[in-house]
């Protein structure tokens, strides 16, 4: 039930086109078969759009056989004091989910090891603009510990500075500049872009912002001279 129904059910005899980006079976039932595409690699060719290199990289996880061996004798324990067979099952779950296992410590570390490495070849290459980047991860607490990493592994990402453009300014005309967007606001080169949550760490929830906050940086993000460089993003 649904606007789409009452629509369908008015103008029986009506032909009905779908333009869409993500054509899957679901679409194709409503609307029939494709009548044209405009292809990605046409796109490209028309340089409308920038033609996307996909490259596979891996931090793999491996798992510790006797702490798997540890954590099953921890729950035959539990059931045998009188623990509920629900909860214990409900607590292996989360333990094994992807985001447990892809969010590990040690993974963790890897990941921000290639991610740091790979940006800093491809900055001496040339081949990122502006030196600007974004690395989507599948969960909040991913993220931040993605971040922590970085700041541990390239403490001079985190300096506050002004845009590179702030010598041109003197002390009064600067809010005006950066009202005007020509002139970046005292940032950090990397920022995480993730909704606040309420239990949030003390420290996380300060890093994070507000939402006015969020847009600011999507300015920001696409100035050059901004010192905002790399955004760690999730569900944005």
């Not at 609307?31 to 990605?40: E, H, I």
């Not at 002390?171 to 950090?188: F, M, R, S």
Request: aromatic share 10%.
């Amino acid at each position: 039930m649904g606007f789409a129904k009452y629509l369908n059910d008015s103008l029986p005899n009506a032909t009905y086109v779908g333009f869409t980006g993500t054509p899957i079976d679901s679409t194709l039932d409503v609307f029939g078969q494709v009548n044209d595409s405009y292809t990605m690699t046409e796109s490209v060719k028309d340089e409308i759009t920038v033609r996307i290199v996909y490259e596979g990289r891996a931090a793999k996880v491996v798992l510790n056989n006797s702490k798997v061996a540890e954590n099953e004798a921890y729950y035959t324990t539990c059931a045998d004091a009188g623990s509920n067979e629900l909860k214990i099952e409900e607590s292996k779950e989360a333990t094994t989910n992807m985001n447990f296992i892809s969010g590990a410590p040690e993974r963790s570390g890897v990941l921000a090891t290639n991610f740091v490495e790979h940006y800093d070849t491809r900055v001496k290459e040339g081949s990122i603009v502006c030196d600007k980047t974004m690395f989507l991860s599948g969960s909040r607490d991913i993220a931040y510990a993605l971040y922590q990493e970085n700041a541990v592994l390239r403490p001079e990402w985190f300096e506050i500075k002004e845009s590179d453009e702030a010598f041109k300014y003197s002390d009064t005309d600067k809010q005006q500049a950066i009202k005007a967007g020509k002139l970046g606001k005292v940032i950090e080169r990397v920022m995480l872009v993730i909704t606040r949550g309420k239990d949030d760490p003390p420290a996380m929830f300060k890093t994070l912002g507000k939402k006015d906050y969020h847009k600011d940086l999507d300015k920001q993000s696409k100035i050059e001279h901004f010192n905002f460089k790399l955004a760690i993003v999730v569900d944005m």
